[in-house]
């Protein structure tokens, strides 16, 4: 449910509450921390103050707050015990559907974490692929305890920037979408390249999966983002353009088998709020790519 | 065994036929056929002549030269019953090695085949990836009779002209090898760049298979072409190019993790006696590639 | 002044004719002949009508027509005896301004195709340079009598769609402006490059003349395009950047002097109306470019 | 007159001297302080010794030596008193033949730096342009006298070596020459361009002019470099490539003027002793270039 920042702004305190209240994870002395502080100019100034507040709460309390996340694809996960929130969130990335190894894998790296640095791991899910998560797992198992509590505010700060992003509505909304684009260009002929059939895939290990499929439009680009409406998963990806199927409908020669058939890009993204332009300049014979804007 | 041109031309006529009169396929009568025509002028002509020996030989004995030949990854190929040469050239492209499932799929189009046309289907392995032999095979069996016989006399002047090649030295050598080489700019640098990992990989129907692995020297090649004095064999290719390691090494900032990482080539090659030119010019955030000279 | 379509659509015959009988030279019947042709769907299908007057009338009033057009840059254009319009359109070209050489070729050319044709030389000269229409001339010089009397009706009607599109609005308008539009990525950062330097050059022969100067915003474009809101003048261009400035300001070694310093880009325009994006990727050692879309 | 090392390891010392004793401008001594270190091992080392003998003069020595050069392109070159070697260098860039205003601003500039420095200036001409010659005189007017005496060293070091490499041979040979190359890839057809017209350009201040002009060959190169066996000159230079030409060769469609023409690669040498190779890779609405190898 939508909630206009405006009429958050003059709602009875109760009201603002129950209706920001579950931002942070079974932590409504937050919203109710900021209430007075109202109205406030922006969403991101919502949020920011929200996040202040957990920010200035003694170290106990900001403790017991931390260690009330859920474990990622921990058996809370597999018992149906997580906030609708955590639930969601969490199926987004694929984590409610681990295999047994993939399963136990992230228990061990659960029980490791919470016996090094006393809380649970908490990472904003839905800015990391699969295998993202697991990077960053490894890594912050190796910081100190101090960073890693800062790491995991941080972290917070992205969960909850984006409930906030998709329950209140107004001026100033905190910029959480990222966006992958792409462009497909025929060198040969000195135009866009239309109707190229276009496949992303998303890595995992060694493994590539298929998340999203277009094709080229007049002007050589997909009529939608790649990825768009969301913060850009962090992870490794590949762009396959079927550009052999374009050169052999233009009756173009191209070898047999053609030079080049299928054109993989393949690139990472690190920034989720970012705009990845990736375009594929093509002959039958050449191509290039780059990070674009 | 390595036999000098001048000698076979000088050579008593059965010592000439006992040299050579293995090239065709249990037919030592085109040895025979080309003896009074010495002395040759190159190995490219003795291999001419006995080319044209065949193409002139009555229908019959052109057919049953053809139905001499085994089947390929056939039951001969299985009970060991292969003529040395045939069983090399084979195992070759793996042949030799085939699964169940493979060995049945051969089985069926050697039928299908040989149903149809009368004779063997006939290819010169040492041109051809696995892949490209099931697609002739497929492709062929579409042919009507005049032009794939036709086509097997071709096949057989390419297998036995690399038989001469690796027979006969001399003047005149018929061209039978490729090369597959690679070049890495970094032209963030603008220079050559230098112990950048390479691998090369063959496809097989969707799977990748790696043939080879090098390393950049200071002039950004490799020390030795990464398929070369040998026919390059038709079929679909990937380079891998380690470039994140290559960034990472000269410590320039390429994002974490690296937007450009393992930088896929995939290309395909159609003429086994071309020199393919596959560079790569990169920087952190771009790269292109094409067909160079 | 401007006049709207849907006035002119219920407008008195007669003022209709005051409004647009100047578009054709000298011509008002053509307006006359389609007043009873109203209402008009679109501008363009106004022009469309002029112009089927136009190709419609006895051929000695297309003639007398065609001859009532003034010599390009000729005695009438110095005496200031043209009408406003046409001499409006030929100032913009610098056909006002010639020295007394070109005034004698063009006088010298005038005279050859009169001679030929039995009319004056007729060319859109907004849609094109200096250099083009002497390119033109030369060339139209060589055809036979009826396709040069084809040629100068097409040009008549590039000319009146402008008048037109100057003088009416309305729904429909025919497209008669272009667009030329640069872009300029630093691939050694992977990001657009701010405050580029470009400079545009226009050819005359061998000598290049600047007629614009820009420099790259936030995203690496210009804020306005290089050439818009008008025809693309057909001729041959040179954009100018001063990438070494760029990346000396970024502090990054180039060489000395650097490698590069000013890229020049060189073009022709061949379609007026078209869009020519022509854009800059460059590193201190390379670049490219293509015509983008 | 070529001498062999072997020989001048075993000459008389008089004959040694005779022989490279005219090396360093009017200062026999350098090469009489190095005959008893005979013999040497290569061509380098011999030269390395005389530099030696002359940074270990005293330093009145030293700076009479110094002074013994002629002023770059003065009043001696003007009255043909220069050494004969002085006279060749100073011509081989055109310093022989300027113009009254030329010579006017190499007289101010001598006078400035003799009364800065007291010594004259002293470069090494065979490594520059005229461009980088007038450049090197304002930049190195800026120095303080220590720097600027270890310049004009280094120089005279460039000069003796070239001087060196011109009169002995034998093993370990300085390196003194660079190159340059270039390489032109038609992507459109995924092959070299052969044909295609080449010129190479040397700037003087906004002017360019042309010093080479080649045409490609079956590999998409040119039979000898653009610039070799020579020290390759620091300036500006462009080459300019005939490409609409090679593609109107062809039959390709390219626009009406081809959008690509003559197409300029504008760049700058600042290591005379290396190997610039600066190729194009092109299609008829696209091309790249980057500094090779």
């Known amino acids: 449910m939508f909630h206009a920042l405006a009429d958050l702004n003059r709602a ?5 509450c129950a209706a920001v209240g579950d931002t942070f994870e079974l932590a409504p002395w937050v919203a109710e921390a900021v209430v007075g502080q109202r109205p406030f100019a922006s969403v991101t100034a919502l949020h920011e103050a929200m996040m202040g507040a957990v920010r200035a709460a003694p170290r106990d309390r ?23 929130e955590s639930r969601h969130e969490q199926a987004s990335v694929g984590l409610d559907t681990l295999s047994e190894e993939e399963f136990a894998r992230f228990h061990r790296l659960n029980d490791a974490y919470k016996q090094k640095f006393g809380f649970p791991f908490i990472v904003c899910v839905r800015r990391h692929t699969r ?24 972290e917070i700060a992205f969960i909850t920037r984006l409930r906030i992003a998709a329950k209140v509505t107004g001026e100033g909304m905190p910029r959480v979408d990222g966006r992958l684009s792409t462009h497909v260009l025929d060198t040969h002929a000195g135009r866009p390249a239309m109707g190229v059939a276009i496949e992303l895939y998303e890595f995992t290990g060694d493994r590539a999966h298929r998340i999203a499929t277009a094709a080229t439009n007049a002007d050589g680009r997909t009529d939608a983002p790649l990825i768009g409406g969301r913060p850009l998963p962090i ?59």
Chains 1, 2, 3, 4 share one sequence.
């Open 12 to 16: 009875a305190p109760a009201d603002f």
């Open 131 to 154: 295998d993202s998560i697991l990077n960053q797992f490894e890594r912050r198992l190796r910081h100190d305890a101090a960073t890693e509590f800062a790491t995991a505010l941080q």
């Open 235 to 293: 992870g490794r990806y590949e762009l396959r353009f079927a550009i052999g199927d374009h050169f052999r409908s233009r009756g173009i020669e191209q070898g047999d088998p053609p030079f080049l058939d299928i054109v993989p890009l393949r690139f990472s993204i690190a920034e989720p709020e970012g705009h990845y332009h990736v375009p594929l300049l093509c002959t039958p014979w050449s191509y290039s790519t780059y990070r674009g804007s």
């Open 62 to 84: 900001q403790l017991a707050f931390v260690c009330g996340h859920p474990d990622l694809a921990g058996k809370a996960a597999r018992a149906g015990a997580l906030t609708a």
